[in-house]
């Protein structure tokens, strides 16, 4: 984790292309490549964009040091003269991208790369690795808030995630998505997110009995006192001596700013509901009563539905690892080559599924907006050189079946590009905002879309819709491969 030069995570075909460009094309040849996804995770309705900043990290460290010319060297496969081209290699190229905390749709670009074929190439795989796993944990995420419906998550999956990378960019990432906080300590450091949590059953266990444990933790952390109750028997001792524990602090003076219970088995919604009555009871009104134990966005909806007493979640393991789905799926797909006009050729890779039959040329991402309520009607991919008039009616259509249509009346509608420049000619041009303000972005960009996009079961669907020019040029290249 603590090498920032990636160069080496690749994938070896990624250099043997890299080789065959130099021997026997121009190696200064720019090329336009998309990197997208074709389904929402978790048969959602939505994305949510993220791992921008450690691609933009990514490219700035790109560089083959003298020990990765060695190694490589040693596969007996480079020839002397392609490994001094790398041994001199740096990234020159432009890229643009969709920023992080942005909502998104399949078969749009994510990022755009523009640059000479060879460092297009090779960047491929890690802007594939990192933007698919946050992009995934970060929609995992935005997906498990929704179902808390305002209640606060904890993201707390660090010792179940693949390993410290997936634990830490993974804790980064849900953040991104919504997350309160995250019990990941070095994540805390890294991205300047709050850290969060309380106690294990060790605690408990380790001391002659459960009111004592609880005491003793009390004293340390009034200010944060949530207590685990399910070590024993939650509504018999747990509970109890939770309350015997807040009424001593309570007539000792001691302020209650944050405390309360944390339930980690059982049947949450039953043990909850009693709970708070024991609580209230008690005079604890406002003393939270918190629940784990492998949650996901499906259960505690349910738990909601069925009126648990709990307004605040630790979820680990299915937000972690998105166990549910646990890979992304996004593309990298060559779009135009520049010609020795500087005009770039379109490109437009075939397949059997219509789906992933590629969107050619050099493209951008205007978003729709209905004017009255701010949300997205779709999302309308162009040609870099088109402009629009939200003045005039705008005809979108589904280009795999383009016979449904719809009108925008002048007026009625906004658009925004969605995509931005990152680098420019091979120099950062770009500065990624902090994680808690990306997510302060994110929540607002979740506004955005109809409730019916963000229910979690068979959701609405964002129609992502082509231009009439791109869709044209699309159809002209199909009927050409057709004819050969």
């Known amino acids: 984790m603590d090498r920032q030069n990636l160069t080496l995570l690749t994938d070896l075909y990624e250099l043997t292309m890299m080789q065959g460009y130099f021997k026997n094309k121009d190696r200064n040849e720019t090329v336009i490549?998309?990197?997208?996804f074709r389904n929402n995770p978790c048969d959602g309705g939505y994305s949510i964009c993220a791992g921008l900043e450690q691609v933009i990290q990514y490219i700035k460290e790109l560089h083959f040091g003298k020990e990765d010319i060695a190694y490589l060297a040693s596969l007996g496969i480079f020839d002397a003269d392609f490994l001094e081209y790398l041994s001199n290699f740096k990234f020159s190229g432009d890229i643009y991208a969709i920023p992080e905390g942005t909502v998104m749709f399949p078969r749009e670009p994510m990022i755009k790369v523009v640059a000479p074929i060879m460092e297009a190439q090779l960047v491929e795989t890690a802007i594939l690795n990192i933007i698919n796993h946050q992009s995934l944990i970060a929609t995992k995420a935005a997906r498990?808030?929704?179902?808390a419906r305002g209640d606060g998550i904890m993201e707390f999956g660090l010792r179940r995630a693949q390993g410290p990378d997936a634990g830490t960019y993974g804790a980064r990432a849900a953040m991104i998505g919504g997350c309160i906080g995250t019990s990941n300590v070095l994540a805390g450091q890294l991205f300047d997110v709050p850290v969060k949590g309380t106690h294990a059953h060790s605690w408990i266990m380790?001391?002659?009995?459960?009111?004592?444990?609880?005491?003793?933790?009390?004293?340390?952390?009034?200010?944060?006192?949530i207590l685990l109750v399910d070590t024993y028997d939650t509504l018999k001792s747990g509970v109890p001596n939770a309350i015997r524990v807040f009424t001593e602090m309570r007539n000792a003076g001691i302020p209650l700013s944050f405390y309360g219970i944390r339930l980690d088995s059982g049947d949450l919604a039953y043990l909850s509901k009693k709970a708070r009555k024991m609580l209230d009871a008690a005079g604890f009104t406002d003393a939270v009563i918190s629940a784990s134990n492998d949650l996901d966005e499906y259960l505690i909806d349910s738990l909601k539905v069925q009126g648990a007493a709990i307004t605040s979640w630790g979820?680990?393991?299915?937000?972690?690892?998105?166990?549910?789905?646990p890979s992304f799926g996004?593309?990298?797909?060559?779009a135009a080559i520049r010609d020795k006009n500087g005009v770039f050729i379109p490109k437009i890779k075939l397949s059997e599924n219509s789906e992933k039959v590629t969107n050619p040329g050099d493209k951008m991402i205007y978003r729709?907006?209905?004017?009255?309520?701010g949300k997205i009607k779709a999302d309308l991919i162009c040609l870099v050189d088109e402009i629009f008039n939200e003045d005039e009616d705008l005809l979108l259509f589904d280009p795999?079946?383009?016979?449904?249509?719809?009108?925008?009346?002048?007026?009625?509608?906004?658009m925004r590009p969605i995509m931005e420049q990152i680098f420019k000619n091979g120099e950062c041009c770009y500065t990624s905002p902090k994680v808690m303000d990306i997510r302060t972005y994110c929540q607002k960009e979740l506004d955005t879309l109809w409730d019916e996009t963000k229910r979690l079961v068979n959701p609405h669907e964002v129609y992502v819709d082509l231009s009439k020019k791109l869709y044209d040029i699309k159809i002209e290249l199909l009927d050409q491969m057709s004819e050969k």
Request: proline content about 5%; hydrophobic content about 30%.
């Open 206 to 225: 380790s001391f002659p009995d459960e009111y004592t444990a609880f005491k003793t933790y009390a004293d340390m952390y009034p200010k944060a006192c």
């Open 33 to 36: 490549f998309d990197a997208f």
């Open 330 to 334: 996004g593309v990298y797909k060559l």
């Open 315 to 325: 979820v680990g393991t299915h937000l972690i690892t998105a166990k549910d789905n």
């Open 400 to 414: 795999l079946e383009p016979w449904k249509k719809t009108k925008l009346k002048g007026g009625t509608y906004t």
């Open 368 to 373: 729709v907006y209905e004017k009255e309520s």
């Open 144 to 147: 498990v808030c929704y179902a």
